[in-house]
């Protein structure tokens, strides 16, 4: 038995990692101008805002292992349909 697996990406998959992608270069644009980080640095330094960042990025963490999908390498027999 070969355990070797394949990972499959599917296109709601490839757009979601295109979301985070464009999220990231948001985050890299508002990080070099001033004006767009001092609205994120009052979120940063209230409590409420924190405890929702955190609660925020754990739903996202759980939504990302999701998308991820793994199925099992099917032997060169098996693959031909034979």
Not at 34 to 46: G, T, Y
Not at 56 to 74: E, N
């Amino acid at each position: 038995m070969n355990w070797s697996f394949k990972p499959v990406i599917l296109t709601t998959d490839a757009l979601i990692f295109l979301l985070i992608a464009v999220v990231a270069v948001s985050a890299w644009y508002i990080s070099r101008h001033q004006h767009l980080v001092a609205p994120w640095r009052k979120v940063a330094h209230n409590r409420a805002g924190m405890i929702a960042i955190v609660i925020l990025l754990a739903f996202v963490t759980v939504g990302l292992l999701d998308s991820l999908h793994f199925r099992p390498r099917l032997s060169g027999e098996a693959a031909s349909g034979k």
